[in-house]
Protein backbone atom coordinates (compact mmCIF):
# COMPACT_ATOMS: atom_id res chain seq x y z
CA UNK A 1 0.00 0.00 0.00
CA UNK A 2 1.39 3.45 -0.60
CA UNK A 3 1.31 4.35 3.18
CA UNK A 4 3.53 1.58 3.87
CA UNK A 5 5.49 2.16 1.36
CA UNK A 6 6.69 6.16 2.46
CA UNK A 7 6.68 4.48 6.88
CA UNK A 8 9.40 2.17 5.07
CA UNK A 9 11.04 4.57 3.16
CA UNK A 10 11.12 7.24 6.75
CA UNK A 11 12.54 4.12 9.00
CA UNK A 12 15.64 3.33 6.58
CA UNK A 13 15.91 7.38 6.35
CA UNK A 14 16.34 7.41 10.31
CA UNK A 15 18.08 3.92 10.35
CA UNK A 16 20.82 5.69 8.05
CA UNK A 17 21.22 9.20 10.06
CA UNK A 18 21.78 6.96 13.53
CA UNK A 19 24.68 4.88 11.93
CA UNK A 20 26.48 8.73 10.16
CA UNK A 21 26.26 10.07 13.90
CA UNK A 22 27.31 7.14 15.16
CA UNK A 23 30.17 6.94 12.53
CA UNK A 24 31.17 10.95 13.01
CA UNK A 25 30.97 11.06 16.97
CA UNK A 26 32.98 7.23 16.97
CA UNK A 27 35.56 9.26 14.60
CA UNK A 28 35.41 12.54 16.93
CA UNK A 29 36.08 10.65 19.76
CA UNK A 30 38.61 9.13 18.25
CA UNK A 31 40.17 11.84 17.50
CA UNK A 32 40.06 13.77 20.56
CA UNK A 33 41.55 10.56 22.47
CA UNK A 34 44.49 10.53 20.08
CA UNK A 35 45.31 13.94 19.93
CA UNK A 36 45.45 14.48 24.34
CA UNK A 37 47.27 11.16 24.27
CA UNK A 38 50.13 12.58 22.27
CA UNK A 39 49.96 16.38 23.71
CA UNK A 40 51.04 16.52 27.16
CA UNK A 41 49.46 18.89 29.15
CA UNK A 42 50.81 22.06 30.05
CA UNK A 43 49.83 21.55 33.96
CA UNK A 44 51.07 17.58 34.61
CA UNK A 45 51.30 17.17 38.15
CA UNK A 46 55.02 15.37 39.19
CA UNK A 47 55.50 13.46 42.33
CA UNK A 48 57.18 16.27 44.60
CA UNK A 49 58.56 13.64 46.90
CA UNK A 50 60.05 11.26 44.25
CA UNK A 51 61.28 14.50 42.46
CA UNK A 52 63.20 15.42 45.51
CA UNK A 53 64.23 12.09 46.59
CA UNK A 54 66.02 12.20 43.23
CA UNK A 55 67.50 15.72 43.25
CA UNK A 56 68.88 14.40 46.99
CA UNK A 57 70.59 11.74 45.32
CA UNK A 58 72.12 13.91 42.16
CA UNK A 59 70.07 12.15 39.83
CA UNK A 60 68.59 15.36 38.85
CA UNK A 61 69.12 18.28 38.89
CA UNK A 62 67.45 20.80 41.21
CA UNK A 63 68.78 24.04 40.13
CA UNK A 64 66.68 27.60 40.45
CA UNK A 65 65.88 27.53 36.80
CA UNK A 66 66.15 31.07 34.70
CA UNK A 67 63.28 33.06 32.66
CA UNK A 68 60.62 32.62 34.67
CA UNK A 69 58.02 34.93 36.94
CA UNK A 70 56.06 35.21 40.03
CA UNK A 71 52.64 34.81 39.31
CA UNK A 72 50.18 38.01 40.95
CA UNK A 73 47.98 36.97 43.29
CA UNK A 74 44.91 35.66 41.82
CA UNK B 1 65.71 36.13 35.04
CA UNK B 2 64.93 34.12 37.77
CA UNK B 3 61.60 35.46 39.35
CA UNK B 4 63.20 36.93 43.08
CA UNK B 5 60.16 37.76 44.84
CA UNK B 6 57.67 36.32 47.44
CA UNK B 7 55.46 34.03 45.86
CA UNK B 8 52.49 34.81 46.85
CA UNK B 9 50.37 32.47 44.83
CA UNK B 10 52.57 29.55 44.87
CA UNK B 11 52.09 29.35 40.75
CA UNK B 12 54.77 30.68 38.48
CA UNK B 13 55.00 31.43 35.06
CA UNK B 14 57.98 30.07 32.80
CA UNK B 15 59.05 32.84 30.33
CA UNK B 16 61.68 30.11 27.81
CA UNK B 17 59.37 29.59 25.44
CA UNK B 18 56.46 30.80 23.64
CA UNK B 19 54.21 28.56 25.69
CA UNK B 20 54.45 30.63 28.85
CA UNK B 21 53.77 27.43 30.62
CA UNK B 22 51.40 28.75 34.14
CA UNK B 23 52.55 26.24 36.66
CA UNK B 24 51.15 25.56 40.25
CA UNK B 25 53.09 24.26 43.29
CA UNK B 26 53.72 20.71 41.73
CA UNK B 27 53.01 21.03 38.13
CA UNK B 28 55.52 20.56 35.43
CA UNK B 29 56.01 22.37 32.70
CA UNK B 30 54.90 21.00 28.81
CA UNK B 31 58.65 20.78 28.07
CA UNK B 32 58.76 18.11 31.11
CA UNK B 33 61.98 19.37 32.48
CA UNK B 34 60.89 22.39 34.51
CA UNK B 35 58.78 21.90 37.47
CA UNK B 36 57.57 24.34 39.46
CA UNK B 37 58.66 22.69 43.56
CA UNK B 38 57.71 25.00 46.57
CA UNK B 39 56.99 28.08 44.46
CA UNK B 40 60.11 28.32 42.81
CA UNK B 41 61.00 26.85 39.02
CA UNK B 42 63.20 24.09 38.70
CA UNK B 43 65.23 22.75 36.22
CA UNK B 44 65.48 18.84 36.30
CA UNK B 45 68.25 18.37 33.58
CA UNK B 46 71.16 20.95 34.23
CA UNK B 47 74.34 18.87 34.10
CA UNK B 48 72.34 15.72 34.01
CA UNK B 49 72.53 14.61 30.40
CA UNK B 50 70.81 11.58 28.64
CA UNK B 51 72.74 11.03 26.10
CA UNK B 52 76.17 12.01 25.71
CA UNK B 53 78.41 10.70 22.14
CA UNK B 54 81.25 11.34 19.52
CA UNK B 55 79.50 12.05 16.28
CA UNK B 56 80.89 13.11 12.90
CA UNK B 57 79.76 17.17 12.25
CA UNK B 58 78.18 15.94 8.79
CA UNK B 59 75.53 13.73 10.96
CA UNK B 60 73.80 16.70 12.99
CA UNK B 61 73.78 17.78 9.73
CA UNK B 62 76.13 20.28 9.66
CA UNK B 63 78.12 20.38 6.05
CA UNK B 64 79.48 23.67 6.48
CA UNK B 65 81.06 23.86 9.59
CA UNK B 66 84.49 22.24 10.11
CA UNK B 67 83.78 19.64 7.56
CA UNK B 68 85.76 15.81 8.96
CA UNK B 69 85.92 16.53 12.69
CA UNK B 70 84.28 15.47 15.46
CA UNK B 71 81.78 16.60 17.54
CA UNK B 72 80.74 16.24 21.31
CA UNK B 73 77.30 15.99 21.64
CA UNK B 74 74.97 15.70 24.31
CA UNK B 75 70.94 16.18 25.11
CA UNK B 76 68.78 15.40 28.37
CA UNK B 77 65.33 14.53 28.20
CA UNK B 78 62.60 16.68 27.32
CA UNK B 79 61.22 18.71 24.74
CA UNK B 80 58.83 21.25 24.18
CA UNK B 81 57.54 20.56 20.94
CA UNK B 82 55.55 16.57 20.67
CA UNK B 83 56.45 15.84 16.86
CA UNK B 84 54.40 12.41 15.96
CA UNK B 85 57.50 11.70 13.88
CA UNK B 86 60.06 12.23 16.44
CA UNK B 87 63.22 9.76 16.14
CA UNK B 88 64.52 10.12 19.55
CA UNK B 89 61.21 10.24 21.17
CA UNK B 90 62.69 7.67 23.81
CA UNK B 91 64.19 10.65 25.41
CA UNK B 92 62.64 13.61 23.88
CA UNK B 93 59.20 12.59 25.05
CA UNK B 94 60.60 11.44 28.54
CA UNK B 95 60.32 12.93 31.88
CA UNK B 96 64.08 13.45 32.98
CA UNK B 97 62.75 10.93 35.92
CA UNK B 98 62.38 8.05 33.58
CA UNK B 99 65.72 8.53 31.38
CA UNK B 100 69.14 6.99 32.63
CA UNK B 101 71.33 10.30 33.31
CA UNK B 102 75.15 10.94 33.82
CA UNK B 103 76.37 13.78 35.70
CA UNK B 104 78.18 16.20 33.70
CA UNK B 105 78.46 19.49 34.70
CA UNK B 106 79.50 22.25 32.24
CA UNK B 107 83.02 22.22 32.78
CA UNK B 108 83.15 18.51 32.58
CA UNK B 109 81.49 18.98 29.34
CA UNK B 110 84.27 20.64 27.88
CA UNK B 111 87.02 18.51 29.57
CA UNK B 112 85.27 15.98 27.96
CA UNK B 113 85.11 17.04 24.77
CA UNK B 114 88.64 18.34 24.87
CA UNK B 115 89.59 14.60 26.11
CA UNK B 116 88.61 13.16 23.47
CA UNK B 117 90.15 15.26 20.86
CA UNK B 118 86.66 17.59 19.82
CA UNK B 119 86.67 21.17 18.51
CA UNK B 120 83.30 21.66 19.19
CA UNK B 121 80.35 20.92 20.85
CA UNK B 122 76.43 20.04 19.83
CA UNK B 123 73.55 20.22 22.38
CA UNK B 124 71.57 17.98 20.23
CA UNK B 125 69.12 14.53 19.89
CA UNK B 126 66.28 16.42 22.06
CA UNK B 127 65.95 19.93 22.15
CA UNK B 128 68.84 22.16 23.56
CA UNK B 129 66.15 25.01 24.27
CA UNK B 130 64.69 23.12 27.25
CA UNK B 131 68.24 22.53 29.17
CA UNK B 132 69.21 26.25 28.10
CA UNK B 133 71.35 27.16 31.16
CA UNK B 134 72.52 23.81 30.91
CA UNK B 135 73.55 24.83 27.37
CA UNK B 136 74.57 28.46 27.69
CA UNK B 137 76.87 27.58 30.87
CA UNK B 138 78.75 24.62 28.97
CA UNK B 139 78.68 26.69 25.83
CA UNK B 140 80.23 29.98 27.81
CA UNK B 141 83.42 27.89 28.93
CA UNK B 142 83.44 25.97 25.71
CA UNK B 143 84.08 29.43 24.17
CA UNK B 144 87.06 30.40 26.62
CA UNK B 145 88.88 27.28 26.10
CA UNK B 146 88.87 27.86 22.19
CA UNK B 147 85.87 24.70 21.37
CA UNK B 148 82.67 26.07 19.33
CA UNK B 149 79.59 25.60 20.11
CA UNK B 150 76.76 23.93 17.64
CA UNK B 151 72.86 23.70 18.73
CA UNK B 152 70.81 20.82 16.58
CA UNK B 153 67.03 22.93 17.74
CA UNK B 154 63.55 23.60 16.55
CA UNK B 155 64.13 26.81 17.43
CA UNK B 156 60.93 27.37 19.92
CA UNK B 157 61.93 29.53 22.29
CA UNK B 158 61.17 33.40 23.36
CA UNK B 159 63.28 36.08 22.00
CA UNK B 160 65.40 36.85 25.05
CA UNK B 161 66.67 33.70 25.94
CA UNK B 162 67.76 32.95 22.38
CA UNK B 163 69.58 36.46 22.32
CA UNK B 164 71.30 35.52 25.34
CA UNK B 165 72.13 31.48 24.06
CA UNK B 166 73.15 33.23 20.30
CA UNK B 167 75.91 35.42 22.73
CA UNK B 168 77.84 31.69 23.01
CA UNK B 169 76.77 29.86 19.84
CA UNK B 170 78.99 29.15 16.82
CA UNK B 171 76.77 27.49 14.69
CA UNK B 172 73.16 25.73 14.68
CA UNK B 173 71.21 23.40 12.54
CA UNK B 174 67.86 24.35 12.65
CA UNK B 175 64.36 22.56 11.66
CA UNK B 176 61.91 24.08 9.70
CA UNK B 177 59.33 21.16 9.85
CA UNK B 178 57.23 22.92 7.04
CA UNK B 179 56.64 26.03 5.64
CA UNK B 180 52.58 25.97 7.32
CA UNK B 181 51.57 27.08 10.63
CA UNK B 182 48.85 24.38 10.27
CA UNK B 183 51.44 21.55 10.53
CA UNK B 184 53.40 22.90 13.06
CA UNK B 185 50.44 23.08 15.25
CA UNK B 186 48.55 19.81 14.33
CA UNK B 187 51.79 17.34 14.11
CA UNK B 188 54.48 19.43 16.52
CA UNK B 189 52.33 21.20 19.35
CA UNK B 190 54.01 24.44 18.13
CA UNK B 191 53.69 27.52 15.75
CA UNK B 192 55.82 28.37 12.60
CA UNK B 193 55.84 32.25 13.42
CA UNK B 194 58.02 31.34 16.16
CA UNK B 195 60.56 29.34 14.33
CA UNK B 196 60.81 32.20 11.43
CA UNK B 197 61.70 34.11 14.08
CA UNK B 198 64.30 32.38 15.35
CA UNK B 199 65.67 32.31 12.08
CA UNK B 200 65.86 36.27 11.81
CA UNK B 201 67.74 36.66 15.62
CA UNK B 202 70.12 33.69 14.59
CA UNK B 203 71.36 35.46 11.65
CA UNK B 204 71.01 38.71 13.40
CA UNK B 205 72.97 37.48 16.18
CA UNK B 206 75.57 36.35 13.67
CA UNK B 207 75.16 32.18 14.63
CA UNK B 208 76.27 30.27 11.23
CA UNK B 209 73.00 28.79 9.92
CA UNK B 210 71.97 25.27 8.11
CA UNK B 211 68.36 24.20 7.87
CA UNK B 212 67.10 20.99 7.46
CA UNK B 213 63.09 19.95 6.89
CA UNK B 214 62.19 16.37 7.03
CA UNK B 215 59.83 15.79 3.99
CA UNK B 216 56.82 13.37 5.36
CA UNK B 217 55.11 11.66 2.58
CA UNK B 218 51.26 13.46 2.20
CA UNK B 219 52.09 15.59 5.14
CA UNK B 220 54.47 18.31 3.92
CA UNK B 221 55.90 17.18 0.96
CA UNK B 222 53.63 19.44 -1.38
CA UNK B 223 56.04 21.20 -3.94
CA UNK B 224 54.25 24.40 -3.65
CA UNK B 225 54.95 24.21 0.24
CA UNK B 226 58.66 23.93 -0.02
CA UNK B 227 59.14 26.24 -3.02
CA UNK B 228 57.39 28.93 -0.55
CA UNK B 229 59.56 27.54 1.92
CA UNK B 230 62.79 28.00 -0.19
CA UNK B 231 61.64 31.28 -1.24
CA UNK B 232 61.71 32.87 2.20
CA UNK B 233 65.20 31.13 2.82
CA UNK B 234 66.43 32.94 0.00
CA UNK B 235 64.71 36.36 1.31
CA UNK B 236 65.55 36.36 4.78
CA UNK B 237 68.86 34.22 4.62
CA UNK B 238 70.03 34.90 1.26
CA UNK B 239 71.05 32.08 -1.28
CA UNK B 240 74.16 30.83 0.85
CA UNK B 241 72.24 29.30 3.49
CA UNK B 242 72.59 25.47 3.23
CA UNK B 243 69.51 23.54 3.10
CA UNK B 244 69.36 19.54 4.12
CA UNK B 245 66.07 17.87 2.75
CA UNK B 246 65.52 14.76 4.90
CA UNK B 247 64.33 11.46 4.64
CA UNK B 248 61.15 10.46 6.53
CA UNK B 249 60.85 7.18 8.28
CA UNK B 250 57.88 5.93 10.52
CA UNK B 251 58.86 6.56 13.46
CA UNK B 252 56.95 6.92 16.90
CA UNK B 253 53.20 7.76 16.46
CA UNK B 254 53.74 7.62 12.62
CA UNK B 255 54.17 4.33 11.68
CA UNK B 256 51.27 4.31 9.51
CA UNK B 257 53.01 6.31 6.64
CA UNK B 258 55.96 4.75 4.38
CA UNK B 259 59.40 6.23 4.23
CA UNK B 260 60.09 9.82 1.93
CA UNK B 261 60.64 8.59 -1.66
CA UNK B 262 63.93 9.51 -2.96
CA UNK B 263 62.00 11.01 -6.08
CA UNK B 264 60.10 13.32 -3.70
CA UNK B 265 63.56 14.29 -1.94
CA UNK B 266 65.29 14.65 -5.65
CA UNK B 267 61.92 17.43 -6.96
CA UNK B 268 62.41 19.11 -3.31
CA UNK B 269 66.28 19.64 -3.96
CA UNK B 270 65.47 20.89 -7.72
CA UNK B 271 62.81 23.29 -6.28
CA UNK B 272 65.15 24.27 -4.02
CA UNK B 273 68.03 25.07 -6.80
CA UNK B 274 64.95 26.49 -9.26
CA UNK B 275 64.51 29.08 -6.10
CA UNK B 276 68.02 29.99 -6.03
CA UNK B 277 69.75 28.65 -3.30
CA UNK B 278 73.47 27.42 -3.48
CA UNK B 279 73.90 24.59 -1.12
CA UNK B 280 70.99 21.89 -0.92
CA UNK B 281 71.54 18.68 0.03
CA UNK B 282 69.22 15.13 0.48
CA UNK B 283 69.79 13.26 3.80
CA UNK B 284 69.24 9.58 4.95
CA UNK B 285 69.31 8.21 1.52
CA UNK B 286 72.65 5.90 1.46
CA UNK B 287 74.67 6.48 -1.86
CA UNK B 288 73.16 9.95 -2.91
CA UNK B 289 75.30 12.71 -3.97
CA UNK B 290 76.31 15.07 -1.15
CA UNK B 291 79.35 16.88 -2.10
CA UNK B 292 79.91 20.32 -1.62
CA UNK B 293 80.37 22.18 -5.56
CA UNK B 294 81.51 25.95 -5.98
CA UNK B 295 78.32 28.00 -6.58
CA UNK B 296 80.32 29.95 -9.03
CA UNK B 297 82.10 27.21 -11.58
CA UNK B 298 80.80 24.10 -10.35
CA UNK B 299 83.91 22.21 -8.92
CA UNK B 300 83.70 19.82 -6.39
CA UNK B 301 84.73 21.52 -2.96
CA UNK B 302 84.13 19.06 -0.71
CA UNK B 303 83.31 15.37 -1.26
CA UNK B 304 81.46 12.89 1.20
CA UNK B 305 80.63 9.26 1.68
CA UNK B 306 77.56 8.72 4.04
CA UNK B 307 79.00 10.95 7.63
CA UNK B 308 83.07 10.24 6.25
CA UNK B 309 84.49 13.49 4.08
CA UNK B 310 86.52 12.03 1.38
CA UNK B 311 88.36 15.12 0.19
CA UNK B 312 87.84 19.10 1.03
CA UNK B 313 89.41 21.13 -1.11
CA UNK B 314 88.75 24.72 0.25
CA UNK B 315 91.81 26.44 0.18
CA UNK B 316 90.70 28.97 3.32
CA UNK B 317 87.16 28.87 2.51
CA UNK B 318 87.80 29.48 -1.09
CA UNK B 319 87.67 27.81 -4.38
CA UNK B 320 90.26 26.59 -5.29
CA UNK B 321 89.73 27.11 -8.94
CA UNK B 322 87.99 30.20 -9.10
CA UNK B 323 88.53 31.78 -5.75
CA UNK B 324 84.56 32.37 -4.93
CA UNK B 325 84.24 32.57 -1.28
CA UNK B 326 82.37 29.86 -0.16
CA UNK B 327 80.07 30.12 2.97
CA UNK B 328 81.15 28.51 5.96
CA UNK B 329 82.97 27.82 9.45
CA UNK B 330 85.99 26.06 8.13
CA UNK B 331 88.80 26.41 10.64
Same mark, same amino acid.
Given at each position: ??????????????????????????????????????M??????V???????????????????????????? | ??????T?????K?????????????????????????????????? &???? $????? /??? %? #???????? +????????A????????????????????????G???P???????????????????????????Y????????????? &???? $???G? /??? %? #???????? +?????????????????N??????????????????????????N??????N???????????????????????????????????????? #???????????????????????????V????????C??????????????N???????????????????
Open positions: MPGEKTKRKKLDLSFIAAIAVTLFLAVAVIHVVRTQSTISSNQKDVKHVQTLINQGRLSGREAEHWEVMPKQ | MGGNAEVTGWVCTLCPKECELGPGDRGNCRARVNIDGKLLTLVYG &KPCA $VHIDP /IEK %K #PMFHFLPG +TSIFSIATGCNLHCKFCQNWDISQKDPEDTENDLPDKVVQAARYSVCNSIAYTYSEPMIFFETRDASSIARQAGL &KNIL $VTAY /ISE %K #PLRELCKV +TDGANLDIKAFSDDYYRVCDGDLATVLKTFEVMKEEGVFLEITLIVPTLDDPGMIRDLCRWLVKNGGPDVPLHFSRFFPMYLMRNLYPT #PQKTLETAKDIAKEEGLHFVYVGNVPGDEDTNCPNGAVLISRVGYSVTAKLVDGHCPDCNAVIAGVWK
